[in-house]
């Protein structure tokens, strides 16, 4: 066998051989998770933001987006002939939302409430897109990975009832690669595009944002005294994101590069206030590589115990 | 026993092989991700390709978002937009609301501050918006406080020095952009 059909044959592997499924588990519990801690935060708030007359009035955040996109006040119209108000839809609509994630963390019926979260979460994109970050942006990647891949292979009703089939498959390793490789190119973009800016590489970047009111969280006018601090967390962050698509594959650097991307989002949680953005990156990776780098974790134990033995 | 197939198959067996719906998954996939992988190389950003293209990727954006690029705190966050608002009643009493010193005025929790920074950004995209937003928020204030008779929205751009600039002295610059008054 020549190089090539080697090559190819590991490629054709990679994508099809079975391998745990425990990631796929891991990953409904975590996302489904995150929504009810989301929404949670979210609730006090809920009214000022989603309400028909909040910051955004329903005309004016329609007026934002695209006319064939789902917004709260088309599916209000549709339940309005009940006499329910707009006050009670939006709790109404909050209530589906939870009880769908819920669901989905259960993992019974575990496609019918993927379904239904991915789809609550699409109209609430569509009627606040005043309001979408980054956090949403990574939820809704999730929810929509969870609606079409399997699942609930792991830890879930629906394996435990007999529901659903837990054996690896050819399906479950192709979700598995594909939210791999989709981290990895998300992380790549983020890296270089940031390599491409001079601020970047001279840390002014980093400096401007935990300086700035929107993500002050501590008083940080300290930092000008020590550009080098700044200037190596900037090269700290464009390196492990932009070459996240190496260290993650490396078995030898995965669980290092695993617990640099968690400091990283950590220090973005902590110092700049984002902390669910923070927490849904650590989430994604955890559950892309998590399993791995525990498998590298267990297989370094028993290195050591080899060479204990022949010494 | 554990007899279920992948999702999709009690649907697609009937109409076509198994081999057949196994290549189709992973045909989906790999364009999939090669559509991830080329927006984010900046492989479609031609102007023909992008216009032709701007109602799918609209599509895509809203079902998955794989037509999107990934690059958080570019090219610069060293500018931001503040907004201040200004009630009073007829007997002079005033309340003032600015987010230079904090969302506490209207948000719970910090994730709640964090979605009004991305309110702040895309209401002063254009000046329709700024308009829109504008009047929302103030009839949105007018109705919690519903005492006050007169309100003024003002939106501030604020360019933060460099850190270089920052040890020479310098301070940060504000500017008035947008202002409205509104009176009952």
Request: hydrophobic content about 50%.
């Amino acid at each position: 066998m020549n190089l090539l059909q080697r090559g190819l044959t590991r490629f054709q592997g990679f994508f099809t051989q079975p391998i745990p499924v425990a990631p796929l588990g891991i990953f409904r519990l975590l996302i489904s998770s995150f929504v009810l801690l989301q929404a949670a935060l979210w609730y006090p708030d809920w009214e000022a933001f989603v309400g028909s007359e909040g910051w955004v009035q329903w005309e004016i955040s329609k007026a934002f987006n695209h006319s064939w996109h789902v917004h709260l006040q088309d599916i209000y119209v549709l339940l309005r002939p009940w006499g329910i108000s707009d006050g009670q839809f939006i709790y109404l609509f909050f209530g589906v939302y939870v009880v769908s994630a819920t669901g989905l963390l259960l993992g019974i019926l575990t496609r019918f409430w993927a379904i239904c979260t991915w789809a609550c979460h699409y109209v609430l994109m569509s009627s606040l897109p005043t309001y979408v970050y980054g956090v949403d942006i990574f939820l809704h990647i999730s929810l929509f990975y969870l609606m079409v891949m399997p699942a609930a292979k792991a830890f879930s009703l629906d394996a435990h009832l007999g529901w659903v089939n837990p054996a690896p498959d050819w399906a479950s390793t192709l979700a598995i690669r594909v939210l791999q490789i989709h981290l990895c190119l998300a992380y790549f973009s983020a890296g270089y595009e940031k390599m491409l800016y001079v601020n970047w590489w001279e840390g002014d970047v980093l400096w401007r944002a935990v300086i700035q009111p929107d993500f002050r969280q501590f008083g940080v006018y300290w930092l000008s005294e020590v550009p080098w601090l700044v200037m190596l967390l900037s090269w700290f962050t464009m390196f492990i994101e932009t070459f996240y698509f190496i260290g993650m594959w490396v078995p030898r650097l995965r669980v290092f590069w695993l617990l640099a991307m968690i400091g990283l989002h950590l220090g973005i949680g902590l110092f700049l206030g984002l902390y669910l953005f923070g927490l849904i990156m650590i989430l994604m990776s955890v559950s892309a590589f998590g399993h791995d780098a525990w498998q590298d974790v267990k297989s370094w134990g028993k290195q050591e115990k080899r060479r204990a033995v022949l010494a | 026993m554990h007899a279920r197939e992948p999702w999709l198959y009690g649907v697609m067996v009937p109409i076509m092989p198994k081999t057949m719906f196994r290549k189709i998954i992973y045909i989906l996939a790999a364009l999939h991700l090669l559509l991830v992988a080329a927006v984010i190389l900046r492989l479609l950003d031609n102007d023909k390709v992008y216009h032709s293209l701007e109602k799918p990727f609209a599509i895509l954006t809203a079902i998955n978002y794989s037509a999107w690029r990934f690059a958080f705190f570019t090219p610069d966050v060293g500018k931001s937009t503040e907004v201040d608002i200004l009630l009073e009643n007829e007997l002079g009493k005033k309340i003032h609301y600015s987010t230079l010193e904090g969302f506490d005025f209207f948000t719970h929790n910090q994730e709640s501050a964090n979605r009004f920074y991305g309110y702040k950004v895309h209401a002063a995209r254009d000046s329709t918006f700024i308009d829109l937003c504008a009047r929302s928020a103030c009839t949105y204030l007018l109705n919690e406080h519903p005492g006050m008779t007169k309100i003024t929205y003002t939106m501030k751009g604020i360019k933060y020095p460099d850190l270089i600039d920052f040890r020479k002295g310098a301070k940060v610059e504000k500017g008035t952009f947008y202002r409205v008054q509104f009176g009952l």
